[in-house]
């Protein structure tokens, strides 16, 4: 509640703590008590992780001790953070993954009837066409989409601009923080068309409960973040994308802009991005992109055959041909 976490972190804490007082008890015979453990106890449960999970899960694991001991220390509960000192695993930095424009385009057009009862129908095919393109026009968290509400689209502000002036108010993002975002035209275009048919998602039994939510299940309730996972794992196959998620639609959004020339600043502000570090590891992935189109289009690019048949015979350790003139 401080700190503003979400639900979904908050609960990731909760097993995390749970997992440790359990393994603790297994290992030593005896329930833990917070006053007792120190930091070789935090040592012995890093090291019964290991085998069983990544490095990027035990360090989760390892900062939900840091942060329930930090709390206990700061109430007078305990004299020190025994998992202060512990060093997390090292982890791969592995770059967010951006779609190319044709591979979304194709996703925003792969909307297929479900299996489920009512997932048929024009009004949801309509409505997971819209999130897609809100997640993609936006930016937005998967956990932002689901929680938007119809007053969150906000056209008044813009009255009498065009339709790519319309924004978007996040109430609910990372932290409890509050941010206003664009929408291009083809969002409000999906957006528009989805709300003409949603009166038909709204369930007579669920009352006013989901009212006001923008984005419904089949049933009338709000649709949760593994609903839309699972629905964009359908249109995937269906439209042949490879990797796309909820999320990657986030890290296309980034890369896209700057791409197009937009500045770090700006896509940080969008994103809701506390820190700008957090932002620029897409710089990283337009390098990438970048680099991808200058070995597709420059000639000289092209011959690689001709230049690994060279070897290291005719080059020096700097890079430079020997024959150069």
């Given at each position: 509640?401080?700190?503003?976490?979400?639900?979904?972190?908050?609960?990731?804490?909760?097993?995390?703590?749970?997992?440790?007082?359990?393994?603790?008890?297994?290992?030593?015979?005896?329930?833990?008590?917070?006053?007792?453990?120190?930091?070789?106890?935090?040592?012995?449960?890093l090291a019964e992780l290991y085998d069983k999970n990544q490095a990027s899960s035990i360090s989760?694991?390892?900062?939900?001790?840091?942060?329930?001991?930090?709390?206990?220390?700061?109430?007078?509960?305990?004299?020190?953070?025994?998992?202060?000192?512990?060093?997390?695993?090292?982890?791969?930095?592995?770059?967010?993954?951006?779609?190319?424009?044709?591979?979304?385009?194709?996703?925003?057009?792969?909307?297929?009837?479900?299996?489920?009862?009512?997932?048929?129908?024009?009004?949801?095919?309509?409505?997971?066409?819209?999130?897609?393109?809100?997640?993609?026009?936006?930016?937005?968290?998967?956990?932002?989409?689901?929680?938007?509400?119809?007053?969150?689209?906000?056209?008044?502000?813009?009255?009498?601009?065009?339709?790519?002036?319309?924004?978007?108010?996040?109430?609910?993002?990372?932290?409890?923080?509050?941010?206003?975002?664009?929408?291009?035209?083809?969002?409000?275009?999906?957006?528009?068309?989805?709300?003409?048919?949603?009166?038909?998602?709204?369930?007579?039994?669920?009352?006013?409960?989901?009212?006001?939510?923008?984005?419904?299940?089949?049933?009338?309730?709000?649709?949760?973040?593994?609903?839309?996972?699972?629905?964009?794992?359908?249109?995937?196959?269906?439209?042949?994308?490879?990797?796309?998620?909820?999320?990657?639609?986030?890290?296309?959004?980034?890369?896209?802009?700057?791409?197009?020339?937009?500045?770090?600043?700006?896509?940080?502000?969008?994103?809701?991005?506390?820190?700008?570090?957090?932002?620029?590891?897409?710089?990283?992935?337009?390098?990438?992109?970048?680099?991808?189109v200058y070995d597709a289009a420059h000639p000289h690019a092209q011959d690689k055959g001709l230049?690994?048949?060279?070897?290291?015979?005719?080059?020096?350790?700097?890079?430079?041909?020997?024959?150069?003139?």
């Amino acid at each position: 509640m401080e700190r503003g976490y979400s639900p979904r972190t908050i609960a990731a804490y909760s097993r995390d703590l749970r997992e440790f007082a359990r393994l603790y008890e297994d290992r030593e015979g005896k329930v833990p008590k917070v006053t007792r453990i120190d930091n070789f106890d935090v040592r012995a449960h890093l090291a019964e992780l290991y085998d069983k999970n990544q490095a990027s899960s035990i360090s989760r694991k390892l900062s939900s001790l840091r942060t329930f001991f930090r709390f206990l220390l700061a109430r007078g509960i305990v004299d020190q953070n025994p998992a202060a000192t512990v060093r997390s695993p090292k982890r791969k930095k592995a770059l967010p993954r951006a779609l190319d424009v044709d591979d979304i385009e194709r996703l925003m057009e792969s909307p297929v009837a479900g299996a489920k009862k009512g997932e048929d129908s024009p009004a949801l095919k309509l409505r997971d066409r819209a999130i897609f393109e809100v997640l993609y026009g936006a930016g937005i968290r998967i956990s932002e989409c689901c929680g938007l509400d119809i007053d969150d689209i906000d056209r008044e502000r813009y009255s009498g601009r065009d339709l790519e002036q319309v924004v978007m108010r996040i109430r609910h993002g990372k932290g409890n923080k509050e941010r206003i975002v664009p929408l291009g035209g083809k969002a409000i275009t999906a957006l528009d068309a989805y709300l003409a048919e949603r009166p038909r998602l709204r369930d007579p039994r669920t009352k006013n409960q989901h009212a006001s939510a923008l984005f419904l299940n089949y049933k009338g309730g709000r649709l949760t973040p593994r609903s839309i996972q699972r629905h964009m794992g359908r249109y995937v196959v269906e439209a042949g994308v490879p990797d796309a998620t909820p999320h990657g639609l986030r890290h296309s959004f980034a890369t896209h802009l700057l791409d197009g020339g937009v500045d770090l600043r700006s896509i940080q502000e969008m994103l809701g991005h506390a820190s700008l570090a957090s932002t620029q590891v897409y710089t990283k992935v337009s390098l990438d992109h970048i680099m991808g189109v200058y070995d597709a289009a420059h000639p000289h690019a092209q011959d690689k055959g001709l230049a690994a048949s060279a070897g290291s015979d005719e080059r020096s350790p700097s890079g430079c041909g020997t024959n150069s003139s």
